[in-house]
Structures are given as structure tokens and as C-alpha cells.
């Protein structure tokens, strides 16, 4: 696994937005990819272990971020806010749209 990104997508309850995104990165080669909410009855929840395992994290919006750098405050430099608002559901296809522009943007990745 060496030489591949390792990617953390975050929102709220780990249940629409940030699984749709590591599913969807999980799709391309070079990177190892997790997701995590803030919210505390998430599937997975943000911890420290795993913002220090993480080469970037993407957080959907600004509160996710302030919740990652009050855990981890030295983490601030690889947290990227999307500005992805809770409106959609699970693999929504308008929301893997927005995700693949914004992860083109970010990632240089190609679909």
C-alpha cells in the first residue's frame, strides 16, 4: 500500500455523504479511503487515530472542520471543507457529481 493518499472523508452520521464519497474514491487507483461522522452514533466516528492516519481529510462542511481540529488541532493544514450541504441521500447522483468535481479539483483524479 505504499505511495497511495490516504483519504478520510467527514459529515455528520457517517450515513449519506461521506460514505458516497469513499465509495466513490474507492473507485480509482492510488488511494486507501475511510469515512467518519461527528455525530456521536455514527457507524464510525472521528478519533484522533483516525485523523492521524489520514494524508487529507475531507470534511463535507466548516463544522466538520472545527470538530476535526478540536480533536486534532494540528491537523488544520489537511483539511479541506468541501461545502457540501446535507440535502441528499446515499448515492444520490446529483451528489456524486458534485463529488467528482470537487475531488477532480482537489485530487487531480479523472473520471
Known amino acids: 500500500m505504499a505511495g497511495r493518499k490516504r ?4 459529515c455528520t ?3 449519506y455523504r461521506s460514505p458516497t464519497a469513499e465509495d466513490l474514491l474507492k473507485s ?7 469515512s ?11 478519533s484522533r487515530e483516525l485523523i492521524e492516519w489520514a494524508d487529507v481529510i475531507f470534511a463535507m462542511e466548516e463544522e466538520h472542520k472545527l470538530y476535526i481540529t478540536s480533536i486534532a488541532p494540528e491537523a488544520e493544514g489537511k483539511v479541506v471543507v468541501l461545502g457540501i450541504p446535507d ?3 446515499r448515492d444520490d447522483p446529483e451528489l ?3 463529488l467528482k ?3 477532480s479539483r482537489h485530487l ?4
Not at 7 to 10: C, E, H, K, M, R
Not at 36 to 46: K, S
Not at 108 to 111: A, C, F, H, R
Open 36 to 46: 467518519a461522522g461527528t455525530w456521536p452514533h455514527a457507524p464510525r466516528r472521528v
Open 96 to 98: 456524486i457529481e458534485v
Open 13 to 15: 452520521g457517517n450515513m
Open 87 to 89: 440535502i441528499y441521500d
Open 108 to 111: 487531480g483524479v479523472k473520471w
Open 7 to 10: 483519504v478520510l472523508f467527514v
Open 28 to 34: 480509482k487507483e492510488g488511494f486507501e479511503v475511510k
Open 101 to 103: 468535481e470537487k475531488l
